[in-house]
């Protein structure tokens, strides 16, 4: 499964959105983007996927460049309740899931 | 909205000691997961488990650990000699065969041996 890189930290004022980048430049065409989150030290939560094109759901919306490379996470009104770890992972398998150590996203009131 | 249960949510112990940890998957779901977080750490892949079968595990699942579906609603995972090393957040997740992309996370059971 392809590397992710993602940046440690970043803060986002609250009702502003919150792009969360992911880099991915060894992703091969068959492997998917996916994002978790985890408030809190409570179990992972599923936000969004991708393979190819732009998706969104209720919860965000996932931009994913041309080629493949890299990937952003967009929550467009971030909450209070949106502080969290956030995972960007990339794979093959639909098995088993590789966390990397995420970005810690804090929004401020 | 169905969800993963997990018991006991905090369960102390002392090392050597074997513990069971107990996920009650969603009830339609056929793929089932064990996932560990120590302190500070990653969340990492234990097992997962298909059709009453291990599907996968990684090299910390070793001759310690074992995982059971002893009936049709639970998922046990059991650590016959715990260590100190052994403490971590345990996660149990399931998915069913549609949404194949979904892995859905129970809350967890905090493990801390002594």
């Known amino acids: 499964d392809a590397k992710t890189t993602q940046p440690p930290s970043m803060d986002c004022a609250e009702g502003r959105a919150a792009n969360l980048p992911c880099n991915h430049s060894t992703i091969s065409g068959n492997e998917y983007v996916y994002w978790y989150r985890q408030i809190h030290s409570q179990g992972p939560q599923y936000i969004i996927h991708?393979?190819?094109n732009n998706e969104t759901n209720e919860m965000a919306s996932l931009i994913i460049t041309e080629d493949r490379k890299s990937s952003t996470l967009i929550l467009p009104h971030a909450t209070l309740r949106d502080t969290a770890v956030y995972y960007c992972?990339?794979?093959?398998?639909?098995?088993?899931?590789?966390f990397g150590t995420g970005t810690r996203l804090q929004v401020f009131p | 909205e169905p969800e993963v249960t997990q018991t006991p949510s905090h369960q102390v112990t002392q090392m050597g000691q074997e513990v069971i940890l107990r996920c009650v998957p969603i009830s339609n779901h056929l793929y089932f997961y064990w996932y560990r977080q120590i302190l500070g750490q990653k969340v990492e892949f234990l097992v997962s488990f298909y059709n009453n079968e291990i599907s996968e595990k990684s090299e910390i699942f070793d001759d310690q650990f074992s995982v059971e579906r002893p009936d049709g609603s639970n998922f046990t995972l059991k650590i016959r000699s715990t260590k100190l090393e052994d403490s971590a957040m345990y996660f149990c997740?399931?998915?069913?065969?549609?949404?194949?992309?979904?892995?859905?996370f129970g809350p967890g059971t905090r493990l801390l041996v002594l």
């Open positions: 991708g393979l190819k």
């Open positions: 992972i990339v794979r093959v398998s639909t098995d088993k899931l590789i």
């Open positions: 997740a399931s998915r069913d065969d549609r949404s194949r992309e979904t892995q859905y």
